[in-house]
């Protein structure tokens, strides 16, 4: 397998971050923010009328929240600490919703007293925390999903209700005096199976009708999470055909009468946007005869690349030489055996990779420098420069 720079980044561009990367010393991410700035425009054009709730998580640099800022996003926060950046930056709170599930009373009270006014919840402690906390607010039920096995990065299970629960949870809402305000799901993160959005649909489609009938509680909001593609070894669909299929699946079943609808991306803004770059620290074999190289690099499960767990997310891997290409076992610098990129799915790399080389892990933008640990080892966090 070889990596051709033109499947993720016109050429032109490219040049660009590598002429920058080529002047600093490795390990860092660097970002173009022009190709950010394309992802937001490609989404808001794929699905006109929804609001665009960026997921901080994926990347929580200031440069990135200012840029998403300027150009009108609003912002799912997760935690007090993310609440404090982005209101830092001058976002105000009827742009955020507190999109995790899990979370203190005291956090939820901190959030409503800075104006935060939509929360998450998939369970009645925390529904009824809400209540104590943030008196009026509107509420959301995430409800589980299927498709973990066509996600790469799965985000349910641990996250979500059954559809009963869901019910219960939004009529009890109502009777603590909150505002029983819609659903949310994730189908998980990059989601390689588009047909996961028609059956969360579907499902919450059942949930609006029931509570309508039966309760008389209407319902005006779908949060349908994140899961768009970002651009690694195994293939997705294109944005704009997971726009499409999603489009017809919500008119099916809500016809041209829409509700708000919500879309809380990360990875698909923000992963192409993104280069890490790494230098081979050393190249050895096992034994006399090992027909398997290792490759080491100055990056790994520590700095950034914790997605690379169970070999889950593929990252494509660049780099200058060329020629016969070998399999190799990809592994970062610490002193932990856990700290393996790729073993099992085999990359190959020109043989004549050496120490000092310099590889390119391409589409890194999203999910590694916020991953990365604070001292292990005594490795600094990983950096990135923005462009
Ligand atoms: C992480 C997360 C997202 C972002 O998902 P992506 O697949 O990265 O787009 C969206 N919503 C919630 C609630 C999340 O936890």
Same mark, same amino acid.
């Given at each position: 397998?070889?990596?051709?720079?033109?499947?993720?980044?016109?050429?032109?561009?490219?040049?660009?971050?590598?002429?920058?990367?080529?002047?600093?010393?490795?390990?860092?991410?660097?970002?173009?923010?022009?190709?950010?700035?394309?992802?937001?425009?490609?989404?808001?054009?794929?699905?006109?009328?929804?609001?665009?709730?960026?997921?901080?998580?994926?990347?929580?640099?200031?440069?990135?929240?200012?840029?998403?800022?300027?150009?009108?996003?609003?912002?799912?926060?997760?935690?007090?600490?993310?609440?404090?950046?982005?209101?830092?930056?001058?976002?105000?709170?009827?742009?955020?919703?507190?999109?995790?599930?899990?979370?203190?009373?005291?956090?939820?009270?901190?959030?409503?007293?800075?104006?935060?006014?939509?929360?998450?919840?998939?369970?009645?402690?925390?529904?009824?925390?809400?209540?104590?906390?943030?008196?009026?607010?509107?509420?959301?039920?995430?409800?589980?999903?299927?498709?973990?096995?066509?996600?790469?990065?799965?985000?349910?299970?641990?996250?979500?209700?059954?559809?009963?629960?869901?019910?219960?949870?939004?009529?009890?809402?109502?009777?603590?005096?909150?505002?029983?305000?819609?659903?949310?799901?994730?189908?998980?993160?990059?989601?390689?199976?588009?047909?996961?959005?028609?059956?969360?649909?579907?499902?919450?489609?059942? #949930?609006?009708?029931? !509570? /309508? @009938?039966?309760? %008389?509680?209407? +319902?005006?909001? *779908?949060?349908?999470?994140? $899961?768009?593609?970002?651009?690694?070894?195994?293939?997705?669909?294109?944005?704009?055909?997971?726009?499409?299929? #999603?489009?017809?699946? !919500? /008119? @099916?079943?809500? %016809?041209?009468? +829409?509700?708000? *609808?919500?879309?809380?991306? $990360?990875?698909?803004?923000?992963?192409?946007?993104?280069?890490?770059?790494?230098?081979?620290?050393?190249?050895?074999?096992?034994?006399?005869?090992?027909?398997?190289?290792?490759?080491?690099?100055?990056?790994?499960?520590?700095?950034?690349?914790?997605?690379?767990?169970?070999?889950?997310?593929?990252?494509?891997?660049?780099?200058?030489?060329?020629?016969?290409?070998?399999?190799?076992?990809?592994?970062?610098?610490?002193?932990?055996?856990?700290?393996?990129?790729?073993?099992?799915?085999?990359?190959?790399?020109?043989?004549?990779?050496?120490?000092?080389?310099?590889?390119?892990?391409?589409?890194?933008?999203?999910?590694?420098?916020?991953?990365?640990?604070?001292?292990?080892?005594?490795?600094?966090?990983?950096?990135?420069?923005?462009?």
């Amino acid at each position: 397998m070889s990596i051709k720079i033109e499947d993720y980044y016109p050429l032109a561009t490219f040049n660009k971050m590598k002429a920058f990367a080529d002047k600093h010393e490795t390990p860092f991410v660097v970002i173009d923010t022009a190709i950010i700035s394309q992802a937001y425009d490609d989404l808001r054009a794929g699905f006109e009328f929804a609001k665009v709730y960026y997921a901080v998580k994926a990347n929580p640099a200031i440069e990135v929240i200012e840029l998403l800022r300027d150009k009108g996003s609003s912002f799912d926060i997760a935690s007090i600490y993310e609440l404090d950046k982005v209101l830092s930056a001058g976002v105000s709170p009827d742009r955020m919703s507190y999109g995790n599930t899990i979370k203190k009373a005291r956090d939820i009270r901190y959030f409503y007293d800075k104006g935060v006014r939509m929360f998450a919840t998939d369970s009645e402690a925390d529904l009824r925390n809400i209540a104590k906390a943030a008196p009026g607010a509107k509420v959301y039920v995430r409800i589980l999903t299927e498709g973990s096995t066509t996600a790469d990065w799965p985000l349910s299970r641990k996250f979500g209700c059954q559809a009963d629960m869901a019910m219960d949870l939004l009529i009890l809402a109502r009777d603590l005096g909150l505002v029983p305000y819609g659903l949310s799901f994730h189908v998980g993160s990059q989601q390689r199976d588009i047909s996961a959005w028609d059956a969360a649909i579907a499902k919450v489609k059942v #949930i609006f009708e029931r !509570l /309508k @009938e039966e309760d %008389g509680i209407v +319902l005006k909001l *779908i949060n349908m999470g994140g $899961g768009f593609p970002a651009n690694y070894i195994t293939r997705t669909n294109s944005l704009e055909t997971y726009a499409e299929e #999603i489009i017809r699946f !919500l /008119k @099916e079943d809500f %016809g041209d009468d +829409l509700p708000e *609808i919500i879309l809380e991306p $990360g990875r698909s803004l923000i992963s192409n946007a993104g280069i890490l770059v790494s230098e081979v620290v050393l190249v050895a074999r096992k034994s006399r005869t090992a027909v398997e190289r290792w490759v080491y690099v100055d990056v790994g499960k520590f700095s950034g690349l914790i997605e690379t767990m169970d070999e889950s997310i593929k990252f494509p891997i660049w780099t200058e030489k060329k020629g016969e290409m070998e399999e190799v076992v990809i592994a970062g610098p610490t002193c932990d055996s856990a700290d393996i990129m790729y073993e099992n799915y085999k990359y190959g790399l020109p043989l004549n990779l050496a120490i000092g080389d310099r590889m390119y892990w391409l589409s890194t933008g999203a999910y590694t420098t916020s991953y990365s640990a604070v001292e292990f080892n005594g490795f600094p966090p990983l950096k990135s420069y923005f462009l």
